[in-house]
Structure formats: C-alpha cells, structure tokens
C-alpha cells in the first residue's frame, strides 16, 4: 500500500504561482499523476509522470503553465503551477499507478493523496 500527501494549495491571485508537493511511502509504482476536481464534476487530469525516468505528460489546458518534477531521494513529486487562472480553482490529488505508459484515466490510478484546495481569485 501506498500512502500520499499532498502539500502546498492556498489562496492566489490570478496569474500568480503555486507549488504542490506530494509525498510517497514507498518508490512502488510506474506513473504518477495529478488530478484535480471541482465540486459536481469528474476527476480531470492535469499532469502525469512516468517515475523512473521523469518523463512528463499534460493536459492541454496547463501545458506551458505547469511543470511537474520530481526528487527520487525524498520520493516527492512537485507540481509548479504559473500564470494561475480562475477555471484552475480546484481540489489537487496527486495519485501512483502500476500501469504505463501514464494513464490519464483516474481509474487507472490505485492509491490517492487526501487533497489539497487551490483557489485563484479574478
């Protein structure tokens, strides 16, 4: 089993940045991801990695704005989010899967973080 917890969301202005982190128990697993839910919609992906190699996927909406990174000695994953936009405004999970190449399907995905809220005021 792994546990997740994710760090970092809070309150900011439009165009601002935040950085989320996210904290594995164990290095078990191929892909990581980051997800994020609005209240009455699905789980959307935002952004994937591929663990061994760092390899990175996005979605459309955030590429060029988020970076996601890793540190394979801490088993943190990071999710630097820029030129932050209302429509952004979400709760973030980030969440570990044994299946590659990433998966942007979050049933995909077998162990989740608790969440972290990020609001971007207008």
């Known amino acids: 089993q792994v546990q997740l917890v994710e760090s970092g969301g809070g309150l900011v202005q439009a165009g601002g940045s935040l950085r989320l982190s996210c904290t594995a128990s164990t290095r078990t697993f191929k892909s990581v991801g980051w997800f994020r839910q609005t209240p009455g919609a699905e789980r959307e992906f935002v952004a994937g990695?591929?663990?061994?190699?760092?390899?990175?996927d996005y979605a459309d909406s955030v590429k060029g704005r988020f970076t996601m990174s890793r540190d394979t000695a801490k088993k943190m994953v990071f999710l630097q989010m820029n030129r932050l936009k209302p429509e952004d405004t979400a709760v973030y999970y980030c969440?570990?899967?044994?299946?590659?190449?990433?998966?942007?399907?979050?049933?995909?995905?077998?162990?989740w973080g608790q969440g972290t809220q990020v609001t971007v005021s207008s």
């Open positions: 990695m591929r663990w061994n190699i760092g390899y990175t």
């Open positions: 969440a570990v899967s044994n299946v590659l190449p990433i998966p942007t399907d979050g049933r995909s995905y077998d162990y």
